[in-house]
């Protein structure tokens, strides 16, 4: 089985700009959440989707939203860039929907300029 | 959300010896996990330990977790120039947040050959 693919790999954006970044789980897992990676925050929990529902979102300003399809491929966007939004953006899939044993994507490096 | 700590924050060692990293958390858990991260990528699950199990293993791996002091660590055996990684505690907190899993800041653990 392919594993969490992110698109795109590198992204550079400048600030005020927005961008949508792109997630296609392992096949058959219905449940996709997005964790941002800083060096200053660490790993801090974005959204949760399944079954195309968001069923938790992280502490984070409206700017950022998802969406999951029908294919369980999700996205997230990013509106108005600021320089604090630069992070790695991981995605991660499980199979059930629980918290347990998640399988992360390779992540999309955002630098905002 | 409140993040775990991980001790140390770095840790370099001879191939061959032993690692140990510790990592405290607030909060009551329904697991705690442990992951890998090599340079940037995405994150590789190596263990989960239920909050009723005090030790768990798996391969080269020993986890133990210790509720009454919220705390885990984790004991890599025969240490190799591969285990190089930064490596994350991760809790699923009980409490009913919703705020996927809390991770701590990592363990940098470098392998000298």
């Known amino acids: 089985k392919a594993g969490v693919t992110q698109t795109p790999r590198y992204l550079i954006k400048t600030r005020g700009q927005q961008v949508t970044l792109s997630c296609s789980p392992i096949s058959g897992h219905r449940s996709v959440s997005w964790y941002q990676q800083t060096p200053g925050q660490g790993l801090q929990f974005l959204f949760e989707y399944f079954s195309e529902t968001q069923r938790n979102k992280g502490n984070f300003p409206g700017r950022f939203s998802g969406r999951q399809f029908s294919n369980s491929r999700s996205e997230m966007n990013v509106s108005t860039l600021e320089l604090g939004d630069s992070a790695l953006y991981l995605c991660?899939?499980?199979?059930?929907?629980?918290?347990?044993?998640?399988?992360f994507g390779s992540g999309t490096q955002l630098s905002v300029l | 959300s409140q993040q775990g700590e991980e001790d140390p924050q770095a840790l370099s060692i001879q191939e061959g010896e032993n690692a140990t990293m510790n990592c405290s958390y607030k909060t009551s858990i329904n697991n705690l996990q442990w992951y890998r991260q090599n340079s940037g990528r995405g994150l590789v699950h190596l263990i989960l330990i239920r909050s009723n199990e005090r030790e768990k293993h798996s391969g080269r791996l020993r986890v133990t977790l210790d509720t009454s002091k919220k705390s885990s660590s984790l004991l890599i055996t025969a240490s190799r120039a591969a285990d190089t990684a930064s490596y994350f505690c991760?809790?699923?907190?009980?409490?009913?947040?919703?705020?996927?899993?809390?991770f701590g800041k990592g363990t940098h653990l470098i392998i000298q050959p």
């Open positions: 991660a899939s499980n199979p059930t929907g629980g918290r347990e044993k998640l399988f």
């Open positions: 991760a809790t699923d907190d009980s409490g009913g947040g919703a705020d996927g899993l809390t």
